[in-house]
Structures are given as structure tokens and as C-alpha cells.
């Protein structure tokens, strides 16, 4: 586990308006940053081109700044590991996934959309799990390079151990275990030459030197696959924190602005943060409210600068 100096990062995907559980999330990593005299940087993850939305970058910038969570890097501001948009870091992740597949790692997959949805169906009527059977995993050298030359762009899958487990010591839960057996040989580069999450912020948090990983626990079943990510490059892993999620007040499923969340009295609540601009909220009522979730001083108090939530 890292003893690096504390580098945090919010790393959000330019997909719409920031939802106030991403901004929970920023919170916490930015207070975790100041707390320990460490860094808090700002980094957009724009692989997934068919959800992008070129308006949306200006949109989360304005609302972090009205949160007052203020970044010691990233795209607006620079840094020494510019840059800090990721569809600008290609070549990086490029030549990192090669370099996985020059040392048996990861391999080229042909497999057509057609050929995966008929392996699902067959799985699904022998009721075992979905996913990849790994056909591509075992193709020789002259097969490849009878793909390559027919013109068939491939994406790159990670060859996942087929034994043992991995251990997770996340900050919150403990450590979990997971068996590798049951984990994908996950996509990591697309067709389109462009990363998956898994692999770009791999590759993204061990070049900026991130310490800990803090985010949302609906990417704790993931932590395997990014676990032995960083052990197949062997880099040192960062600390993980995986935090709760903000949930309905009925407690049926998380806050989503598709199906909007209602208070007692059957008013909707606002769920994007800039809601909270537009109708005159002050951003430390939204981030003290926000603070309050999920954690408390243990006192009948509810109230506190955020000065007071970095020591606590």
C-alpha cells in the first residue's frame, strides 16, 4: 500500500450537470487532501465519447467553484502532470496497453457485437452468469495477424489470473476478498482507440501520483479488476476508500434524476447541484448539509465550517 505524500482526486465524466452525490464525493476527497497538507486535483475522465456532452465541462467546473472546492490542478489551472483531460492523454494509454500486451497481459479480442450477444444468449439458457468466454485469449500469433490483416480493428482485453484472489484493504469496509475466477477479462481499449474507465484511471492515477482512490461503493465490484490492474504493471497500489452512496428518503435506491427523489411531504428534491445555485442556496449549506451524510461530530450538532469538518 502507498506511503506516498495525500494526492486526492475528483475525476468526473462530462456527461451532464454535477449531481450533488458526485459533489459528496469531491467533498470528502477534498477535505481528506486538505486535512493532511496534501494535494486535491480536479480530472475530467471524457473517454466515453457517445455519452460526452462538450457543454457539460464548463458546467462542472462552475459548479465546484461555486462549492468552493477549490483544485490544485487540473484542466482550467494546469499542473505538472498536465494534461488532465483524458481524451487528451491518449497515447499514453495507448502505448501502456500495448506494453500489457507485449507482456502477456492483455490481448487483442475480434470478437463481433453479433458473436458476444450469442454467447450471452447461449450462457443465459444454460443459466450460467453472462460475460466474455475468453475465445480471443487463446488465439495464436498466426491468427492474429490473419485478423489484423483482413482489416478487423480489435479491442483489448485484459487477461484477468484464473486462480487465486485478490484483497482489497479499503479504508472503510476492511479488507475484502475477491476470487479471481470469478471476475471478466475486461475491455480496456475500445475499437476507437479510445480507454475504458478501468484502464485510464489506472494509468491516469499512478502518473499523478494519487495516494487514495476515493469513490463510490458501486465501484467496489470493480476494485478486482483495477487491483490487478496495478499488479500486473506493478505499481504500487493507492489507498481505496469506497463511500456510501446518497439514498432515497424512502431508502429505495440511490438519488437519480430520472427518477426524482421526494421528501415527506411528497415535494421533489433537488438532485443536481446546479438546482442548488439556481434557487439561491449558499454552496456551505449545500456542502454542510452534504458533510452530514453518512458521518456526523457525534454531537448534537449539525452545523460546522468546513475548517472544523477537515479536523474531525
Known amino acids: 500500500m502507498t506511503t506516498k505524500p495525500v494526492r486526492t482526486r475528483f475525476a468526473p465524466s462530462p ?3 454535477l449531481h450533488i452525490g458526485g459533489l459528496r464525493t469531491a467533498l470528502f476527497n477534498w477535505l481528506f487532501a486538505r486535512r493532511h497538507g496534501g494535494q486535491f486535483l480536479l480530472r475530467i475522465e ?6 460526452f456532452d462538450p457543454t457539460a465541462l464548463q458546467t462542472l467546473i462552475e459548479a465546484m467553484q461555486w462549492s468552493g472546492l477549490n483544485w490544485d490542478e487540473g484542466p482550467d489551472v494546469g499542473g505538472p502532470f498536465a494534461p488532465y483531460v483524458q ?3 491518449l497515447a499514453l494509454y495507448q502505448t501502456w496497453v500495448q506494453w500489457l500486451i507485449d507482456n502477456d497481459k492483455a490481448y487483442p479480442c475480434f470478437c463481433s457485437k453479433e458473436r458476444l450477444e450469442r454467447v450471452n444468449k447461449e450462457k443465459q439458457a444454460r ?8 475465445h480471443c485469449r487463446k488465439l495464436s500469433a498466426e491468427e492474429i495477424a490473419a485478423q489484423t490483416a483482413a482489416g478487423v480493428t480489435p479491442v483489448v482485453r ?3 489470473p484464473l486462480d487465486g484472489q485478490v484483497v482489497i484493504a479499503d479504508l472503510v469496509r476492511g479488507e475484502v476478498a475477491f476470487e479471481n475466477v470469478g471476475q471478466q477479462d475486461a475491455v480496456l481499449l475500445k475499437a476507437d482507440g479510445f480507454p475504458t474507465y478501468h484502464l485510464a484511471h489506472v ?3 499512478h502518473f499523478m501520483e494519487i495516494s487514495h482512490v476515493m469513490r463510490a461503493v458501486e465501484w467496489l465490484p470493480s476494485a478486482p479488476l483495477h487491483a490487478n490492474l496495478w499488479d500486473a ?5 493507492p489507498h481505496y476508500a469506497h463511500l456510501p452512496v446518497l439514498l432515497n428518503p424512502n431508502g429505495q435506491g440511490k438519488m437519480s434524476k430520472r427518477n426524482p427523489p421526494k421528501d415527506k411531504f411528497g415535494n421533489i428534491i433537488p438532485v443536481m447541484v446546479h438546482d442548488y ?4 442556496y449558499l454552496p456551505e449549506a449545500l456542502t454542510n448539509f452534504l458533510a452530514n451524510i453518512g458521518w456526523s461530530f457525534g454531537e448534537e450538532r449539525e452545523i460546522f465550517s468546513m475548517a472544523e469538518a477537515m479536523e474531525r
Open 203 to 205: 494509468v491516469d492515477d
Open 233 to 237: 504493471f506493478g505499481w504500487e497500489r
Open 46 to 51: 471524457d473517454t466515453d465519447q457517445k455519452r
Open 87 to 89: 481524451s487528451e492523454r
Open 158 to 160: 485484459f487477461k484477468m
Open 127 to 134: 443459466k450460467e452468469p453472462p460475460g466474455y468466454d475468453r
Open 15 to 17: 456527461t451532464g450537470s
Open 277 to 280: 445555485m439556481r434557487d439561491g
